[in-house]
């Protein structure tokens, strides 16, 4: 099976069978990466921490998407509605400015 001569190098380590790659060269060093330099970090970074982009921000409820027409009929009506809003709080700032004007407070 084995000569006396296979057997003393087996038991030093040393096996040159054929089927077993050769292994490296120890002079060859593996890459070494390259040292981290520091980069300028631009006007917006200096200012404080990143904002959250996407996931982290709140988002609000649209009524709409944000390429949505509204149809023109729905405009008028908000409008109207926005309209409406506005008089009855006028008539209610004059409706008070007429009471305290007759109740003065002490």
């Given at each position: 099976?084995l000569?006396?001569?296979?057997k003393k190098e087996?038991?030093?380590?040393?096996?040159?069978?054929?089927?077993e790659?050769?292994?490296?060269?120890?002079s060859?060093?593996?890459p070494?990466?390259?040292?981290?330099?520091?980069?300028?970090?631009?006007?917006?970074?200096?200012?404080?921490?990143?904002?959250?982009?996407g996931?982290?921000?709140?988002?609000?409820?649209?009524?709409?998407?944000?390429n949505?027409?509204?149809?023109?009929?729905?405009?008028?009506?908000?409008?109207?509605?926005?309209?409406?809003e506005?008089?009855?709080?006028?008539?209610?700032?004059?409706?008070?400015?007429?009471?305290?004007?007759?109740?003065?407070?002490?």
């Open positions: 099976m000569s006396e001569d296979q087996l038991a030093q380590g040393k096996d040159n069978s054929p089927w790659a050769p292994q490296a060269s120890k060859k060093s593996l070494q990466p390259l040292p981290n330099k520091d980069k300028q970090s631009s006007k917006s970074n200096q200012k404080g921490k990143k904002k959250a982009k996931k982290g921000k709140f988002k609000w409820n649209k009524p709409y998407p944000q949505y027409r509204i149809p023109k009929k729905e405009k008028t009506a908000i409008n109207n509605v926005c309209n409406m506005r008089t009855v709080m006028k008539f209610k700032n004059k409706e008070e400015e007429r009471l305290n004007q007759s109740f003065p407070k002490k």
